[in-house]
Structure formats: structure tokens, C-alpha cells
């Protein structure tokens, strides 16, 4: 099975699942959902309320951290996406912008050991690969080897 990660927006077709805490309501997305690796509503605000008042990498790191705590260590990905075919994780962030769906591929690619793309797809299925920020591996890995 190959995953992929990608947003509302820039992803038009495929096996599209909502991992965001709305579950993409705020952006039209009418479709599958889990809601297990949703952000967590208390750490996010702390998260978003900091935005601007201490250094970004410090706010990414908490996030990272509490993202980790409060989700990634509690759900199996292996059962969530049993049953799915290529499946297409979303959530808001364009791009190379922090968010938790990057969290989410690099977890998948250290626990699995496999490539998680994070892509762009439109209507006719033609892929464009984005990057992910490159520090967030190394953040995720840190924090996993200290909780």
C-alpha cells in the first residue's frame, strides 16, 4: 500500500480521509474521516495561541511533542488503514506549511519504514510532489526517544 498526505485544497481525487479536527468541514470536504488522528482541541489552542509570542521552532517542538502524546502513541496506523487502498491523509496547511500530516508521514516512515509523499492531485490523477519541512523528523524523533 502506498500513503499519501496531502490538503483540501490542492488534492481533487483519489482515496481522500479527512485527519483534521473539523474534518474538513471548514473547507467543503465531504468524505471519509479519522477522527483518531485529529489534533487534540487543548493542545492545539495553546499551539495556535503562540503563534508570534515565542520562537517558532519552540511552538513546533510543543506541538510535535503533544501531537505524539496525546495521538500518535495511542492509535495502531496499521489498523486504521487496514481496509483503505492508497489512501490520501488531509488536512488544511498548504504545502511545505507545519502541519500535523507532516507529523503523521514521518511517523509512518520511521514506524514502517516506508515513503509517505506528500502530494498534489488534480482531477485527471496527475501527482505533483511537495516537500515537507525538513526538521520535523528529527523533532518527532527526539520526542519519541524522551517520552
Known amino acids: 500500500m502506498n500513503i499519501f498526505t496531502g490538503n483540501y485544497y490542492e488534492c481533487k481525487a483519489g482515496n481522500l480521509i479527512s485527519i483534521s479536527g473539523d474534518r474538513g468541514k471548514s473547507a467543503g470536504f465531504v468524505g471519509k474521516v479519522l477522527p483518531e488522528l485529529a489534533p487534540k ?3 492545539w489552542k495553546v499551539w495556535r495561541s503562540n503563534i508570534s509570542l515565542i520562537p517558532e521552532l519552540e511552538n513546533t517542538r510543543y506541538y510535535i511533542k503533544e501531537y505524539y502524546k496525546c495521538v500518535l502513541s495511542k492509535v495502531n496506523i496499521e489498523d486504521l488503514l487496514k481496509n483503505e487502498v492508497d489512501p490520501i491523509l488531509l488536512c488544511y496547511e498548504r ?3 507545519f502541519c500535523h500530516r507532516h507529523v503523521v508521514a514521518e511517523y509512518i516512515e520511521i514506524m514502517y519504514n516506508t515513503h509517505v509523499k506528500d502530494i498534489m492531485i488534480d482531477e485527471n ?5 511537495n516537500p515537507r519541512p525538513n526538521y520535523i523528523r528529527d523533532i518527532l524523533i527526539n520526542v519519541m526517544n524522551n517520552v
Open 41 to 43: 482541541k487543548e493542545f
Open 95 to 97: 504545502g511545505k506549511n
Open 125 to 129: 490523477l496527475n501527482i505533483t510532489e
